[in-house]
């Protein structure tokens, strides 16, 4: 069965840092590209970016270029999103979703949720 | 980028009948498009990918037609689990890969 099993949620205040992920089980891990997708709180669906876990190659989303980095250790089938100084702005839920045939997805994790306060 | 617009906003349906909704490209994007499903909670769900092909265990009820910038997914019959909102989500051509999600649209009940 394929799963896609994220970190749990984190509080956070503006400038932290952090470092979440998504550990895929139940599939050839380097075969498929790994997403992240945004949703601010009762917004709608945002792509991030997504990462090869074979050889960590990334592609990001212009509005998302330089504000995060997008990363993978295929050693133990996990996929990384960090944050360098989180901003109040970055409170959202964050999913991490397998991406099928380059262009869809089609497992997603269950979501990891970041408010950011102070 | 390309820009996806789905309407209407909010479709207020009662169960049984057809849902129709819409998503519009503002370049074409072959048959690169995907539909999913979100509850209130709930990660997304695939629905239609390839913009008419039903993803594993999808109901007959959903179909997904549509080629170039307009596409439409309909729900031919309304369940009561169906009332959720709905995204469109295109990919451009490799790759650039650059993926983007239409604003969705909400299927409540009347």
């Known amino acids: 069965e394929v799963q896609l099993v994220q970190s749990g949620a984190e509080v956070k205040k503006p400038g932290e840092s952090l470092k979440i992920s998504c550990k895929g089980s139940g599939y050839s891990f380097t075969s498929y590209w790994i997403g992240w997708v945004r949703q601010m709180p009762g917004k709608g669906l945002e792509w991030m970016g997504i990462i090869n876990p074979g050889d960590s190659e990334t592609k990001y989303s212009p509005s998302f270029q330089g504000q995060v980095t997008i990363s993978a250790d295929k050693s133990i089938r996990t996929a990384y999103l960090q944050w360098s100084s989180l901003k109040a702005t970055d409170t959202a839920m964050f999913y991490c979703?397998?991406?099928?045939?380059?262009?869809?997805?089609?497992?997603w994790g269950q979501g990891t949720l970041v408010p950011v306060s102070s | 980028e390309i820009v996806l617009t789905q309407s209407p906003a909010t479709l207020s349906l009662s169960p049984g009948e057809r849902a129709t909704l819409s998503c519009r490209a503002s370049?074409?994007?072959?048959?690169?498009l995907a539909w999913y499903q979100q509850k209130p909670g709930q990660a997304p769900r695939l629905l239609i990918f390839d913009a008419s092909n039903r993803a594993t265990g999808i109901p007959a009820r959903f179909s997904g037609s549509g080629s170039g910038t307009d596409f439409t997914l309909t729900i031919s019959s309304l369940e009561a689990e169906d009332f959720a909102v709905y995204y469109c989500q295109q990919r451009s051509d490799w790759p650039r890969a650059l993926l983007t999600f239409g604003g969705g649209t909400k299927v409540q009940i009347k």
């Open positions: 370049q074409s994007v072959s048959t690169y």
């Open positions: 979703a397998r991406l099928r045939g380059i262009s869809h997805f089609d497992y």
